[in-house]
């Protein structure tokens, strides 16, 4: 196992690419105006109780089902392939996280979960990415929507978390591949909706 914690590093890049070792960055660890460049699984990474302030997130490979929840992120520019990430904390957790004045805007996400944020500070990205904001509260608003192909089942994924969901961001290619419909269609539903950034 790598670790790095305990300290503060400040313009710093990190490569982390090993195949074989298990990346720990957490209790006690700041990292700022850092660059991390991160080129391994979700099973080969944990980030808990660390601080990323003004950091640049590059992520080399697609970043799968990965829980940044444990960590404060403030001011961090992502970029890369990320699906299936949770930022923000989760209601009834030890180990509260938090997101804040962070840039997704060259970053791909889908399904990707902000908890209990302020997501006005954040900036998210574009088209052919979208960003539902508050979507538990608004369930039978999309419910209330025809969503082209089976999109429709995703609006039952939605109503299994918390309210204090405060955006999930989807991609609106993986949508059409997974679910049968077309970008274009997608689009034309999501242009009906309010509280969406694409």
């Given amino acids: 196992m790598i670790q790095f914690r305990d300290r503060e ?4 890049r990190l490569v982390l690419d ?5 990346y720990y960055l957490g209790h006690d660890l700041t990292l700022r105006d850092c660059i991390l460049v991160l080129k391994v699984p979700a099973k080969a990474l944990v980030i808990t ?7 640049v997130i590059e992520v080399k490979q697609e970043l799968k089902n990965f829980h940044w929840s444990s960590a404060l992120l403030r001011g961090c520019r992502f970029t890369g392939h990320l699906s299936g990430n949770d930022f923000g904390s989760w209601p009834d957790e030890a180990e509260e996280g938090a997101i804040e004045e962070c840039d997704f805007t060259a970053a791909q996400l889908h399904g990707c979960r902000f908890i209990d944020c302020d997501t006005t500070t954040l900036r998210f990205p574009s088209w052919p990415c979208f960003t539902l904001l508050n979507p538990v509260r608004r369930l039978h608003e999309l419910n209330a929507l025809h969503w082209p192909g089976q999109v429709q ?8 978390n918390p309210e204090s969901l405060s955006a999930v961001t989807y991609s609106a290619t993986a949508l059409a ?3 049968d419909a077309s970008e274009q269609d997608i689009r034309a539903t999501v242009e009906k909706l309010g509280g969406v950034i694409y």
């Avoid at 590093?9 to 710093?12: D, Q, R, V």
């Fill in 18 to 22: 090993s195949k074989t070792e298990l």
């Fill in 9 to 12: 590093l400040t313009n710093e």
């Fill in 153 to 160: 089942t995703l609006i039952k994924v939605l109503a299994r």
């Fill in 177 to 179: 591949e997974k679910y």
């Fill in 49 to 55: 109780k660390a601080r990323l302030i003004g950091c």
